[in-house]
Structure formats: structure tokens, C-alpha cells
């Protein structure tokens, strides 16, 4: 057996070198034969590299975007409309439930949360009505808000209700001037916070989102305003975390059940699953990447059948030109498979050798797209992809054997008198 594979290797060697001779005897020919299968194998590449890196980056912003892997519990209490005593004696979501829900199997984080409010904000430079917004320990990481300066919350802030800010970008300029904010002060409804952070809005590249929003807010230890605004130790809403290694459709039923049962059975609180969402966002853009590789794949085909069938007319000119090489072959013993390989290596070299060619090409295209994207400002990686690749390699060796089967085919089929005859 491993004989046999020597045999055919040191063969099919033998006439790859043979038709490397013949490739370049006629350089110019064989050149712009060349141009169809680089296209078409360059196209493949860099199309397919593009197109992988930005459903990578869609991924990645989507999720920045969203809360994978993370369901929601809503305040929804006390009812207007409720009917039994559980729904009246349990007032919603409270302090003591978010310290509870961390001991629910399968929860990796939790994060409390309390509406944003529109309270009067002043410094010695400005005063004006700004969204105030109380959140927990790690909420800003969480959902992807980048600190600029300082720091976020921290536990003890939390714990101590205590009376600091994390202020937004935006709002620095206004109220601090030039002048650098951390440790420096500003007064909401009449209270002075020490600012400790600064937020800047989260900033993507494919999405269509604008997140400016959040550089005009104040953020606020959310227990702060539990207990001095919201009263009662009410929470507006909490988001659970899921470890990476449970199972998400359990650990939602599980918190749900957890809370209901500490509430009574009290229908006051909402769930709502944020990883769904993501999930269908990723679908969609899954969808319209998927619909646009469609539409690639069907450009740079036709360019690599345009080079197939540039590669059999070229083939059958080296039939024509090379009948009385065919005829003496065939008179000295050779039959029609070796005849026909004869062609058929060289025509497969050919698109070995236009697909070669148009891989350097693609990866060139993709660095090039690098150099673009950066020089105007933008951190725009594209990693060559490898089934992309691999891709152009096989349709490019499919291109050979099918435009070049009917040439090898025709010359096999000479006769070899008729052959040696010919001029």
C-alpha cells in the first residue's frame, strides 16, 4: 500500500513538473489565464474573511449592547387592582430580596437597579435638572458603561448608602469647567455628593445605537435612594446574572419560584428574559450576515467559472498545438489515461497555481482594509479565515478538473497516425 502511494505520488510529480515546464514555456498565456482563478480564489478569501469578522464584531456589540445570559425581576407591587390579602401585605421588590436572590443556585452576579429620576443638580458653575439614576456594586461593568476617571461603586458605598456620584461625561465640562472632578462636589435636591467616577457612553462600531444618553446622567448608590426616596426598602428592578456553566431556562424558573414563594405567592414583580432578547438580536444579524455570504459566495463563483472557462480555452489551444507530442506519446506505449492526466495536471497546476496566487491576493485585500480602517481612527481587525480559504483551494481544484476534463478527454482520443501527421 505504501508503495503504491510512492508510485503515484513520484507520478503525479513527475507531470505537475511537466506542466510547469509547458506553464512556462507559454508565460504570458498562462499569466492571463491566471487572472480569472486569482480573482475569483482572492475574492473567496477576502470576502469570506470580511464577512466573518464583522459577524464577529456585530456579536460582540450586540452583546455589549444587551444582557446575555441575565433575566430581569420588575417592581411591580403594590396593585392597584389586587385581590388578595398576599398581593397587599407584599409591597414588591425590597433590599432584603436582592441579598436573598444571590443564594439561588446557578447565579453568578446580581445587580440592583432604581430608575432614573429628574432631580435638581448644582455646582458653583451651573445648575440644571439631570436624570439621576441608582444602581449597585459592578452595574456599570456589567453593562459595559467605560469609568474615564475614578472609580465605579464600591461595596462599601452600597452598604453605607453612602453619598457619592459616578457623573457622566458629558456633564463635566458644565459644572467643573476645566477643573478635575474626583473628589470635588455637587448638590442634588439640596444634598451634596461627592463625585468619585466619571462614565462615558458606550461607543459601537456596526449598531445603530446611540448611547449619548448616558454621558448627561448621575449614578447613585441605588440603596441611597431606596431608603430616603423610594421608601419601604423598594427596589425598581434587579437583573440576575447566570453562571456560564448552568442551565439559564432553570435558574430563571428557580428565581422566579425563590421570589414568589418569599413574597407569598404575591403577584408583585415581573420577569423578564433580557437573554432572549440578545438571542433574537443575534439571530437577526445572523440572518442578514447569512443572506450577505450568500451574495458573495455567488460573486466570487462566477469570477472562478469565468477563470474555468478561460482555463479550457487555453487548454484546448495546448491540445491543438502539441497533436504530434500526443501522437509519439501515444505511439510509444502511452494509453489514454496517462494521455489524459497529462492535461489534466497540467490544467489543475494552472488553478493550483491561480489559487495560490489569489490567497496572497485576498490576505493583501484584508491588510489593505486594515491600513484603511485605521488610518481613520478605527481598531478593525479582519483574522484570515481559514474555511474561506480552504474554500477557494477546493473550488479552485473543482474548476480544473471539470474545464479541464473535456481538453485531456479530446487528446486522449487522438489517433496517433493522424497525430505524428500533423505539422
Do not use: C
Not at 492535461?343 to 486594515?370: D, H, N, Q, R, W
Amino acid at each position: 500500500m505504501a508503495r503504491q502511494i510512492r508510485d503515484w505520488v513520484s507520478e503525479w510529480g513527475e507531470l505537475a513538473l511537466d506542466a510547469l515546464r509547458e506553464i512556462w514555456s507559454h508565460k504570458l498565456r498562462s499569466l492571463l489565464t491566471l487572472f480569472g482563478v486569482v480573482f475569483g480564489a482572492a475574492s473567496v478569501v477576502s470576502m469570506t474573511s470580511l464577512s466573518a469578522a464583522l459577524k464577529t464584531m456585530a456579536y460582540d456589540e450586540l452583546s455589549r449592547m444587551g444582557m446575555p445570559h441575565t433575566f430581569e425581576l420588575i417592581d411591580r407591587g403594590p396593585r392597584a387592582d389586587a385581590e388578595r390579602a398576599a398581593d397587599l401585605r407584599h409591597v414588591g421588590l425590597s433590599i432584603k430580596d436582592v441579598r436573598d436572590l444571590r443564594n439561588v443556585r446557578g447565579v453568578d452576579a446580581v445587580y440592583a437597579r432604581d430608575w432614573s429620576d429628574a432631580r435638581l443638580v448644582s455646582t458653583l458653575l451651573d445648575q440644571r435638572v439631570i436624570p439621576v439614576e441608582g444602581v449597585d456594586v459592578g452595574y456599570l461593568s456589567f453593562r459595559n458603561y467605560p469609568i474615564v476617571r475614578g472609580r465605579e461603586l464600591v461595596p462599601l458605598d452600597i452598604v453605607n448608602a453612602a453619598r457619592v456620584v459616578v457623573i457622566g461625561e458629558e456633564l463635566v465640562e458644565p459644572f467643573f469647567g476645566t477643573a478635575d472632578p474626583i473628589g470635588r462636589t455637587v448638590t442634588i435636591d439640596g444634598l451634596r455628593f461627592k463625585v468619585v467616577g466619571v462614565v462615558a457612553p458606550v461607543e459601537l462600531e456596526l449598531v445603530p445605537a446611540d448611547f449619548s444618553f448616558l454621558a448627561r446622567r448621575m449614578y447613585v448608590p441605588y440603596t441611597w435612594v431606596t431608603q430616603y426616596h423610594r421608601g419601604q426598602q423598594r427596589v425598581d428592578q434587579v437583573f440576575l446574572k447566570v453562571a456560564d456553566d448552568a442551565d439559564f431556562p432553570s435558574v430563571l424558573e428557580s428565581g422566579r419560584m425563590y421570589l414568589k414563594q418569599r413574597h407569598l405567592g404575591a403577584d408583585d414583580f415581573e420577569v423578564e428574559n433580557s437573554a432572549a432578547d440578545v438571542a433574537e438580536d443575534l439571530a437577526m444579524a445572523d440572518g442578514i450576515l447569512s443572506g450577505w455570504n450568500v451574495v458573495l459566495f455567488t460573486i466570487a463563483g462566477v469570477t472562478l467559472i469565468v477563470g474555468g472557462i478561460g482555463l479550457f480555452s487555453v487548454l484546448l489551444i495546448s491540445v491543438r498545438e502539441r497533436v504530434r507530442e500526443i501522437g509519439i506519446r501515444a505511439a510509444l506505449g502511452a494509453d489514454d489515461r496517462s494521455i489524459r492526466r497529462l492535461f489534466l495536471a497540467e490544467s489543475l497546476t494552472l488553478a493550483l497555481l491561480g489559487a495560490t496566487v489569489g490567497l496572497l491576493g485576498g490576505t493583501g485585500l484584508i491588510k489593505v482594509t486594515e491600513s484603511i480602517a485605521q488610518s481613520f481612527g478605527r481598531e478593525f481587525t479582519v483574522p484570515v479565515n481559514m474555511p474561506g480559504a480552504v474554500m477557494a483551494i477546493a473550488f479552485a481544484i473543482l474548476v480544473g478538473l471539470l474545464f479541464g476534463w473535456y481538453p485531456a478527454s479530446r487528446a486522449a482520443k487522438l489517433d496517433p497516425i493522424e497525430a505524428i501527421r500533423e505539422l
